[in-house]
């Protein structure tokens, strides 16, 4: 097992940050690395136990091109919208300028996709058609694992980033990695060292804006 970061449990939960602009995209990384993280993702809960996740790990030049042209089509449509992180919170000073920093590392990792060295993309067994009701218990069965993943690639030195943009052309993504139709893009990860490694907490809410006991 590869010796990582010292970390304590709090340290490793609060200082696993998206990683866009300190992603190292000139070092190859050991899929050794990438096969310990995913052995420890796998510890995971999934609904009763069923266990129905995938990983599809890419590395091939071309066909990280390839989705990385589709993430960065779809990031454009993002941009363009009034949701888009750089763009929520114009009313806030505060909040603003945190949101327009995210939306420019945003765009920075758009524009690089392709060149990260692995992707990673958990995908979970399902119907070809999406349930209509309790998509949760779905999506609550890859979701904790592929967290589990991005916390044990920050123990070894590994940058990530949840994203989830590349869905939009989630079909011609399967196409490229001959995905059968009952299996279901969750994310796509990219992975790869960090220039650096002391990330520190964000700036988050209080937990009293956003605590209900009881109820509402």
């Known amino acids: ?3 990582t970061i010292a970390l304590t449990p709090d340290e490793l ?6 990683v866009r602009r300190r992603l190292d995209l000139d070092r190859e990384v050991d899929l ?16 009763s136990n ?8 890419v590395t091939d030049a071309e066909q ?6 589709l993430y960065r089509r779809s990031c454009e449509t993002y941009f363009a919208s009034g949701t888009s992180a750089g763009k929520i919170y114009a009313d806030d000073p505060d909040r603003a300028a945190v949101q327009q920093r995210v939306g420019r590392s945003a765009e920075y990792l758009a524009e690089r996709m392709g ?6 993309i958990p995908c979970i067994e399902a119907s070809a058609e999406l349930p209509a009701s309790n998509q949760a218990g779905l999506w609550g069965s890859i979701l904790p694992a592929a967290w589990s993943y991005m916390l044990a690639a920050r123990a070894r030195g590994l940058g990530t980033a949840w994203t989830t943009l590349h869905l939009r052309y989630e079909r011609e993504v399967a196409e490229i990695l001959g ?3 009952e299996i279901r893009q969750a994310a796509l990860i990219p992975t790869a060292h960090t220039i650096g490694t002391d ?10 804006e956003v605590l209900h006991l009881d109820r509402w």
């Open 1 to 3: 097992m590869t010796e």
């Open 13 to 18: 939960l609060t200082t696993t940050r998206a």
């Open 32 to 47: 050794a690395l990438v096969r310990e993280c995913l052995t420890i993702a796998l510890q995971a809960p999934s609904g």
């Open 50 to 57: 069923a266990q129905r996740w995938h990983w599809v790990v």
């Open 64 to 69: 990280r091109a390839g989705i990385g042209e």
């Open 115 to 120: 060149r990260v060295p692995v992707l990673v």
């Open 179 to 181: 995905l059968p139709s």
């Open 199 to 208: 990330f520190k907490p964000a700036a988050r809410q209080p937990l009293d």
